[in-house]
């Protein structure tokens, strides 16, 4: 040991400076020497304007009037010969974004009550009012970023639960949430290509991905409610968009497309309330056993009165009904919990190529259309209570 400790000595000593180092340039303690110091115009949001909160440009940030979406400013302490040069670079990109998104939405209603936020995978577009979130006010701007850091965490959630690689996903997906129908009228059919001026919401489920919506406070009333809707929606556009890239709600296969959909609606913001029917189909806030389902759907297996999987399983998405809503939901809650998300993915991939759907549930897994009921009635006795959960 000491021997060891002489040797580290030594070489300690041989190693070392031989001659004297030329002294350092003093550095600024201000901005260590880099030229930059942070805006201090964006307070505690700061950390959430940057690319590592999933930020890459915000409306809000661009329109700094002391940073102009640099988010830093010159050090008055120090001269340093990059600085100017790094802030007009992230000030021009900033600008450049911003009136690309002026142009290409806000030039459609031609009036400007858009904020925007580009983050590493969504384009989100908010006009939504300031709102209570959990015991906090916040402002339009804080629910923007919001918003789209919900949407991250969603396709976080969307590739953990599937199992899939990142590069599976690699669509950017534009949502836009507008407070007034009048906006959303203007953008979901010039945005998706489709529907009427009359809708709540509107999707287009590739190859571009686009969901737009108001906030109809008759069905959604909260903040909450519009958590739930925007995750309902845009789940349909990543399973869409799962490769291989197809919306399975018009191939009989409503039960995946919706199931899926309630399932992330239930495990995100705990309960489902959103449906695609036909808009004139369905009253503003209607809904089923108050999107608890579970137990809803322990009540009728014990009753007797589930549907058959054979009768789910052959309808689209705006065929189902309240019923076979909350079943699409159990059906998905079972195969995932189950079974794994894994199984589930190949079920999905094996239904895109077109395989009919009793000869992919007899590859995964190896049931038939009708012993699919067997097994899920029976977890359904076993996992799901008749009670509300409190
Ligand atoms: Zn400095
Ligand atoms: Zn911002
Ligand atoms: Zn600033
Ligand atoms: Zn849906």
Redesign the pocket.
């Known amino acids: 040991m000491r021997k060891l400790l002489l040797l580290l000595l030594w070489l300690g000593w041989s190693c070392g400076p031989s001659v004297a180092q030329e002294p350092a340039a003093p550095v600024c303690r201000t901005c260590t020497s880099t030229g930059l110091v942070p805006c201090s115009k ?1 307070a505690k ?1 700061l950390p ?2 940057q690319p590592t909160a999933d ?1 890459l440009q ?4 661009t329109e700094c009037k002391a940073c102009a979406g640099a988010l830093a400013v010159d050090c008055k302490q120090c001269e340093h010969p990059g600085a100017a040069g790094e802030l007009q670079r992230r000030q021009e990109l900033a600008r450049q974004w911003l009136d690309e998104r002026r142009q290409k939405i806000d030039a459609l209603t031609k009036r400007e009550p858009f ?1 925007h ?1 580009r983050s590493t995978n969504f384009d989100v577009v908010s006009a939504l009012k300031a709102a209570t979130v959990g015991k906090d006010k916040v402002d339009p ?2 629910r ?2 919001l918003f789209a850091e919900r949407l991250e965490a969603l396709r976080v959630l969307f590739l953990q639960t599937f199992e899939l690689p990142p590069t599976d996903l690699r669509e950017r997906h534009l949502v836009c949430l507008s407070d007034e129908a009048k906006d959303h009228a203007v953008l979901g059919p010039q945005l998706t290509g489709m529907g009427t001026a009359n809708s709540v919401g509107l999707k287009l489920m590739g190859p571009q991905y686009v969901y737009s919506m108001w906030q109809d406070r008759r069905s959604l009333p909260d903040d909450e409610a519009v958590h739930r809707n925007v995750v309902h929606h845009v789940t349909h556009l990543l399973l869409s968009e799962m490769p291989p890239g197809l919306f399975l709600g018009n191939k009989k296969l409503g039960w995946i497309d919706e199931g899926v959909a309630h399932w992330f609606e239930d495990k995100v913001v705990g309960k489902c309330t959103n449906f695609c029917f036909e808009e004139v189909l369905l009253l503003a806030g209607a809904g089923f056993q108050g999107g608890k389902w579970r137990p809803a759907v322990r009540k009728l297996v014990d009753e007797g009165k589930a549907p058959t999987f054979a009768s789910v399983a052959v309808r689209n998405t705006d065929e189902l009904t309240f019923v076979e809503h909350a079943f699409a939901f159990a059906y998905v809650d079972f195969l995932l919990t189950a079974h794994g998300g894994a199984k589930f993915r190949d079920l999905v991939r094996l239904c895109k190529r077109d395989q009919p759907l009793r000869e992919a549930l007899h590859s995964v897994y190896g049931w038939s259309v009708l012993s699919f009921d067997e097994v899920f009635l029976t977890w359904v006795k076993a996992n799901y209570s008749a009670l509300p959960a409190r």
């Open positions: 964006h949001l959430r304007e930020c915000c409306s809000v940030a904020l936020l701007h804080v923007l970023h």
